[in-house]
């Protein structure tokens, strides 16, 4: 199986600095500011939920790139252009940090009482099924636009449930789970096995076997 010509492209700027930006450092102040807001209010269930989430990405891209590495074909989703820097085959700094964004917002418009059924639903759940929805209509767009590419059949307009269920559903609830712990103490070490296991990931992957 060759190589697809998005894929080319995308693995060609995976950490090319060359392509920098200025804007990515405001974009990094925005972030800063998001979480330091969270920070000085001592809303720590929100800071930790927002970063769970994010590292939630990391574990996707981490097993997207190997997805990329083995099959020698494409990742499931890539990002062949457009960016300051590209930090893995499908994982590009503006996403990054929009997913550090996201975490926060995700937490933020949760309603307080997470025992509150809709439907019969608890809440949590259909937050994150809509939400889930709602980014991947983004994506859907992204991939119109050509900003963010699909090129296996099980991951496009053809399977929309499985970029739902993969690619979104897991990052809502793993960060709606670690924001309602009663205990902060469990919020720190799930967040830390998290982190963690992403840095293993990446110190093996990317800064050992250079797979990634």
């Not at 920070?39 to 981490?62: H, K, Q, S, T």
């Not at 590209?86 to 933020?108: D, H, Q, T, W, Y």
């Not at 259909?126 to 059949?153: D, K, P, Q, Y």
């Amino acid at each position: 199986m060759n190589i697809a010509q998005s894929a080319a492209q995308a693995q060609a700027l995976v950490r090319d600095p060359s392509h920098f930006q200025w804007y990515v450092i405001t974009l990094l102040l925005v972030v800063l500011y998001a979480y330091g807001e969270q920070v000085a209010e001592r809303r720590w269930n929100v800071v930790l939920a927002g970063i769970a989430f994010w590292l939630m990405d990391w574990v996707n891209e981490i097993w997207n790139a190997l997805l990329f590495h083995f099959s020698g074909f494409a990742p499931a989703w890539g990002t062949p252009g457009g960016s300051a820097y590209v930090i893995l085959i499908g994982l590009n700094i503006e996403i990054s940090l929009m997913f550090l964004l996201m975490g926060l917002f995700a937490v933020r418009t949760l309603p307080r009482d997470r025992a509150w059924r809709i439907f019969g639903i608890n809440n949590r759940w259909i937050f994150a099924s809509v939400n889930s929805v709602l980014c991947v209509l983004v994506e859907v767009v992204l991939n119109r636009i050509g900003a963010l590419t699909w090129e296996w059949r099980w991951w496009n307009l053809n399977a929309p449930w499985l970029i739902w269920l993969i690619g979104y559903m897991p990052f809502f609830m793993v960060a709606y789970w670690v924001h309602d712990m009663p205990s902060l103490k469990r919020q720190i070490g799930v967040v830390s096995t998290l982190g963690a296991f992403v840095l293993a990931g990446l110190g093996l992957f990317a800064g050992w076997l250079h797979w990634i």
